[in-house]
């Protein structure tokens, strides 16, 4: 299994501002994807994103708003920018390898924007 | 596209009494199905899954879930349900292809009540 840990756990942000949100895997995965979820809702994929290249979004979200980077098989940040009230949510980090169809998620970064 | 439909919001049981918490997928091809638990200001954490083979697999805190492909069904169930399975539960589906992401369903919220 893989340990994946995200910072900030939460943070409370003015409207036009931005976070970037980091995500960390203990050991190496072939898959790494971003997921919004409105409290105690289902996870909504962000986009998926790749090693080296561009990240691969789902319908309704875009680069310029969640701006994602993978440099490595461990690592990767989501950035919230020019943060609305909307934007209030829960992003979960999630990674696993896809030969041993495993995919695990982090605690997830509680977002508040006032 | 894939899919996958949790018909319940909720489900209330006893303390002691089967649980079953229901799902129906629908993709294009043989899919890979998951259940994951999430507890209050926690991630998701990982159940179970099916790949293939036997139809009935057993998971984690003595969960298991039985996969149907007739009624394109793999409800997850527990003999004895306890106070500390109350959580909310996610169905989910990936097709067998490559670094695809999972797709849920909206959520079940299991009450057990002592």
């Known amino acids: 299994s893989a340990v994946i840990s995200q910072k900030p756990s939460r943070d409370i942000c003015q409207r036009g501002t931005s976070l970037t949100i980091q995500c960390q895997v203990d050991s190496q995965v072939t898959m790494m994807f971003w997921y919004r979820q409105q409290p105690g809702q289902s996870l909504t994929l962000i986009a998926t994103a790749n090693q080296g290249s561009e990240a691969t979004y789902e319908s309704g979200f875009v680069i310029d708003k969640f701006p994602i980077s993978r440099p490595n098989l461990t690592f990767s940040t989501l950035t919230v920018s020019n943060m609305s009230p909307e934007d209030s949510s829960i992003y979960l980090c999630?990674?696993?390898?896809?030969?041993?169809?495993?995919?695990?998620f982090g605690p997830g970064t509680r977002l508040t924007v006032t | 596209a894939q899919s996958v439909a949790q018909p319940e919001d909720q489900v209330n049981v006893a303390e002691g009494n089967p649980l079953t918490v229901k799902c129906t997928y629908s993709v294009s091809g043989n899919p890979y199905l998951f259940w994951y638990v999430q507890y209050p200001n926690r991630g998701l954490q990982f159940l179970l899954k099916?790949?293939?083979?036997?139809?009935l697999v057993k998971g984690s805190y003595g969960f298991e879930a039985e996969f149907n492909k007739s009624q394109t069904s793999f409800h997850l169930k527990k003999p004895s349900a306890l106070v500390s399975d109350s959580a909310l539960y996610f169905c989910a589906v990936r097709v067998r292809s490559g670094n695809t992401p999972l797709v849920f369903g909206k959520g079940t919220r299991l009450s057990v009540i002592a």
């Open positions: 099916y790949i293939t083979g036997d139809n």
């Open positions: 999630s990674g696993g390898l896809a030969e041993a169809n495993e995919q695990y």
